[in-house]
């Protein structure tokens, strides 16, 4: 089955950890996203890639880190640079071309003790 | 800039009740509308879309008709089930060259009760 997958699904952290959380997808879209997810705000854009080897800050990248080495893998890392890392952080696909259709994976529930 | 406005919540609804979800958008150009829902603990899926004026996207008994002239996107369900409890959001493609990033609104989250 094509799809994203996230893992893991809970990640704890001590306070000053980074902490580097997966995606990856078969779907073979060329384009991935990096969500976060916090109650009452909605989604927010941390980082996106549309092609392999580059990618682009979104609105709240502070503190975070891409990277786009394969079409099939696009690795968060929340570094201890980030004020509030809890947070539900969602990964995304999508072909290339704006206006079409993202396709979510489960999500990684965070929290930084 | 560009935003979504959504009806905030919570909405709580008996089963077989009438839904709509109001939901605006400021953008400029004429950007594709989504609607995307979230069940418990999980991610987004998408429900349903538009991507031009007068098109009426539906799904699963949803609906949402893209309305130019109000900029607005508004979900209906004729008759809601327990099974629709969720959050569903709002969105839209920003506008701009080599922009590929989705707007959200902020969700509302919706209860339906037997």
Known sequence: DGGITQSPKYLFRKEGQNVTLSCEQNLNHDAMYWYRQDPGQGLRLIYYSQIVNDFQKGDIAEGYSVSREKK????????????????FYLCASSIAE???????????????? | GDSVTQMEGPVTLSEEA????????????????????????????????????????????FEATYRKETTSFHLEKGSVQVSDSAVYFCAFWRSGAGSYQLTFGKGTKLSVIP
Request: glycine fraction near 12%; aromatic fraction near 14%; include cysteine.
């Open chain 2, 18 to 61: 009438f839904l709509t979800i109001n939901c605006t958008y400021t953008a400029t150009g004429y950007p594709s509308l989504f609607w995307y829902v979230q069940y418990p603990g999980e991610g987004l899926q998408l429900l349903l879309k538009a991507t031009k004026a007068d098109d009426k996207g539906s799904n699963k008994g």
């Open chain 1, 98 to 113: 704006g206006g079409n259709e993202q396709f979510f994976g489960p999500g990684t529930r965070l929290t930084v003790l």
């Open chain 1, 72 to 87: 099939e893998s696009f690795p968060l890392t929340v570094t201890s640079a980030q004020k509030n890392p809890t947070a």
